[in-house]
């Protein structure tokens, strides 16, 4: 095989276990969304046995000599030999992990969701106490699977965000730390701003359809997503052209809605604007959490919390809520 068919038999490869994570990604946002208690169990499987599919296709011996070859190759596009560079990165770190032991994460996880979830209803944290720690415990397994220098966090932390370690994360805090507490000590010392009108009563549909045209004048594209209620408010996309966001309505609380939605409706506008192109590759995905909490703490900090933003969007504001002002 030439260098370029070798490519299309990675990329084929790769598309197809992307639609396997993609079609449990759409069972896991209708866990968050809909589904009925009932259905907890037998949906915590459904999404294991596709996590365990999907590594076993990930982990298969011929897509490792494919990666072999067109590591070695020298006429690939500088976007082709990113991708496959990225994939064998990662190919090698899953070889590491068992099939048994991603299925046994996926439902530990699960499990701990649905505690969660219980736990936060009741105000419980007892109820989420042991399902958390059969987690850590997977999870400090996995960093030993997976091998690490100085500390375990080192070796999971590289899902999120490649190459960087705890030793980084903690002298980019230790720097930041004095100037935040003097930022908050100056805050705290000025003239409190009196913010009660955010906490008057808001009935649900009102502040749904704020928050749905605050969205659109963001630039959500509504024929490339939705947006649903959930428990705790999060972003999924299942390709480019489907991208879901979820909000949290509290009644008594305009912020949790309206932030909320500016927050994910900035993560959501980041999944829409990858190339379609690159769908199932590297280059068709976040590049890194931490470029991905950018673009929504953008939207829903520098831009949603400016003046000239509500200067801009105080007519609409008004428009929907003006009734519980005046009540
Ligand atoms: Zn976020």
């Known amino acids: 095989m030439n260098t370029s068919e070798l490519y299309k038999c990675y990329k084929t490869k790769m598309q197809k276990i992307a639609d396997v994570k993609y079609a449990s990604a759409v069972l896991q946002w209708d866990q968050e969304t809909y589904l009925p208690p009932k259905g907890n169990h037998y949906r915590g499987r459904q999404i294991a046995t596709l996590a365990e599919i999907a590594h076993e296709q990930f982990t298969d011996e011929h897509l490792g000599n494919i990666l072999t070859d ?107 730390l004095p100037s935040l507490s003097e930022l908050i000590n100056t805050i705290k010392n000025k003239p409190q701003v009196n913010d009660d009108f955010l906490y008057l009563h808001y009935p649900k549909d009102d502040q749904w359809k704020f928050g749905t045209e605050l969205l659109s004048r963001i630039g959500f594209d509504w024929k490339a997503g939705r947006q649903d209620i959930s428990e705790h408010p999060f972003t999924i996309n299942f390709n480019n052209a489907d991208v879901r966001v979820t909000t949290r309505i509290d009644e008594n609380d305009l912020s949790n809605m309206t932030w909320s939605c500016l927050h994910e409706g900035g993560h959501a506008l980041y999944e829409q604007g990858l190339p379609a192109e690159q769908y199932g590759l590297p280059l068709g995905e976040y590049c890194s959490l931490s470029i991905h909490e950018s673009q929504s703490r953008l939207w829903e900090n520098c831009i949603g919390r400016s003046l000239p933003f509500w200067e801009h969007n105080f007519a609409l504001a008004k428009s929907f809520l003006i009734l519980s002002w005046l009540q």
């Open 70 to 176: 067109l590591m070695a190759a020298d006429n690939l596009a500088v976007t082709e030999k990113r991708n496959v560079q990225l994939t064998f990165e990662d190919y090698n770190r899953n070889k590491k992990l068992s099939p048994e032991f991603v299925r046994k994460m996926s439902e530990a996880v699960n499990r701990s969701f649905h505690a969660w979830i219980e736990a936060r209803k009741k105000n419980s944290f007892e109820i989420f106490v042991q399902p958390l720690q059969q987690v850590i415990e997977l999870k400090k397994q996995e960093a030993d699977y997976l091998g690490y220098a100085d500390h375990p966090y080192n070796a999971l932390m590289n899902d999120y965000d490649k190459g960087l370690t705890v030793n980084i994360t903690d002298n980019i805090f230790k720097n930041l």
